[in-house]
């Protein structure tokens, strides 16, 4: 699926990977681009729905959120960067999608970060409606990148683990760090 037009970086996107795909042909340059689907992990700040997800339910407050039927091919941050170094490492051209190649119910990945904060009876889940003209599924193909021979190494359950641990550590005191 092409970048939905409503996602404002969708359009920077496809002009970076045309460029690029331009120099490519030209002889000018080899590149490829990564084409990266729906990251989620530690650094993800506010008002993003993990963050905010976690921070609410961490200090026991009810989250409100759509049904969660549509579905997003979610990857763990950590293996967002693994794969971009391992595509800067192979002799590979044009577009490459980055992403799990398996989309996830919004539902069972914020339900999962409910579960793992022990916190699922304040997931309100259909509160909000349903974005108008939020497509239903966004998944990418992965082939090219699987043929390659690359695949993620965090699962959504280890993704969530990771996460939230990060996101309620308290951060270093700056005054004991040499």
Same mark, same amino acid.
Do not use: C
């Given at each position: 699926?092409?970048?939905?037009?409503?996602?404002?970086?969708?359009?920077?996107?496809?002009?970076?990977?045309?460029?690029?795909?331009?120099?490519?042909?030209?002889?000018?340059?080899?590149?490829?681009?990564?084409?990266?689907?729906?990251?989620?992990?530690?650094?993800?700040?506010?008002?993003?729905?993990?963050?905010?997800?976690?921070?609410?339910?961490?200090?026991?407050?009810?989250?409100?959120?759509?049904?969660?039927?549509?579905?997003?091919?979610?990857?763990?941050?950590?293996?967002?960067?693994?794969?971009?170094?391992?595509?800067?490492?192979?002799?590979?051209?044009?577009?490459?999608?980055?992403?799990?190649?398996?989309?996830?119910?919004?539902?069972?990945?914020?339900?999962?970060?409910?579960? +793992? #904060?022990?916190?699922?009876? /304040?997931?309100? *889940? =259909?509160?909000? %409606?349903?974005?108008?003209?939020?497509?239903? &599924?966004? +998944? #990418?193909?992965?082939?090219? /990148?699987?043929? *390659? =021979?690359?695949? %993620?190494?965090?699962?959504?359950?280890?993704? &969530?683990?990771?996460?939230?641990?990060?996101? /309620?550590?308290?951060?270093?005191?700056?005054?004991?760090?040499?």
């Amino acid at each position: 699926v092409p970048y939905p037009p409503r996602y404002r970086s969708g359009g920077a996107k496809a002009e970076v990977a045309a460029l690029g795909g331009e120099l490519s042909a030209a002889g000018a340059v080899s590149a490829v681009h990564a084409r990266v689907g729906f990251v989620y992990g530690p650094g993800e700040k506010a008002p993003r729905v993990v963050p905010a997800l976690v921070q609410a339910l961490a200090k026991g407050e009810r989250f409100a959120s759509t049904s969660g039927v549509q579905r997003r091919d979610y990857l763990y941050v950590g293996d967002v960067g693994r794969a971009i170094a391992f595509l800067a490492d192979h002799d590979t051209e044009g577009v490459v999608n980055v992403g799990s190649g398996s989309a996830v119910a919004v539902a069972d990945l914020i339900g999962a970060f409910a579960e +793992e #904060l022990g916190a699922p009876e /304040l997931l309100d *889940l =259909g509160a909000l %409606p349903q974005r108008v003209g939020d497509p239903e &599924v966004i +998944e #990418l193909s992965v082939r090219r /990148l699987t043929e *390659l =021979g690359w695949k %993620p190494e965090v699962d959504i359950v280890e993704g &969530v683990r990771r996460t939230v641990r990060s996101m /309620l550590q308290p951060p270093p005191d700056e005054t004991t760090q040499s």
